[in-house]
């Protein structure tokens, strides 16, 4: 790549940042190209010269996160990192989420955008989902979780257990009480191991 497009590439990431960081906190209707230009030091000449549109950059920025949070739980599930570490960051994500992300721009963008609706439940299935199912593979090779329980059921379990962490009451109560939610994490590996810690 030469320089050219180096910088090009570089102002592209510098405006998707901005664009993030603006409407994360402020929401997208109360942003406009001009705050974002100005945030990224770019003219909106620039803005629109990589993006068509408002919509085609909140599109873009929810893309851009989706694929680096992708890059990140996917170094974090392939590490040597213990399994019941892996699995409570993958559990208590939202928890974490809500001190940097603001969950209603994520929700608005999803529900207001049906082609970006259709990236993300596409990425899932091709990305997401496969990944974990690597990692429930990769662990019950190596005796982390029972291999007399499904593939099916396991997921089940992760997923019914992670949506209600994920509801806004939970992740406000847990928040407040970090012994609930040890206690929580303690019966959910409790139910996936067959056994306590101190059995062991």
Do not use: C
């Not at 499904?150 to 257990?161: D, G, K, P, Y």
Request: hydrophobic residues 40%.
């Amino acid at each position: 790549m030469n320089g050219f497009e180096q910088r090009k590439q570089q102002k592209k990431r510098d405006i998707l940042q901005a664009a993030f960081g603006l409407f994360n906190e402020k929401g997208t209707k109360a942003v406009n190209i001009a705050d974002i230009a100005k945030k990224a030091s770019v003219s909106q000449v620039t803005i629109y010269n990589h993006f068509n549109s408002k919509e085609q950059l909140i599109r873009e920025v929810v893309k851009d996160y989706s694929f680096r949070k992708f890059e990140e739980f996917a170094g974090m599930l392939r590490s040597d990192r213990p399994f019941q570490e892996k699995v409570k960051v993958f559990i208590l994500d939202k928890l974490h989420s809500l001190e940097s992300l603001n969950m209603d721009f994520m929700k608005a963008a999803m529900e207001e955008d049906e082609e970006l609706k259709g990236f993300l439940e596409e990425f899932y299935q091709q990305k997401a989902a496969p990944l974990f199912m690597e990692f429930i593979q990769d662990s019950q090779q190596k005796g982390d979780i029972s291999k007399d329980i499904s593939i099916q059921s396991i997921l089940f379990h992760l997923n019914m257990f992670k949506t209600a962490m994920d509801s806004l009451p939970v992740v406000t109560m847990l928040k407040q009480n970090e012994k609930l939610a040890e206690e929580l994490l303690h019966l959910f590996f409790y139910g996936i191991t067959g056994s306590s810690p101190s059995e062991e």
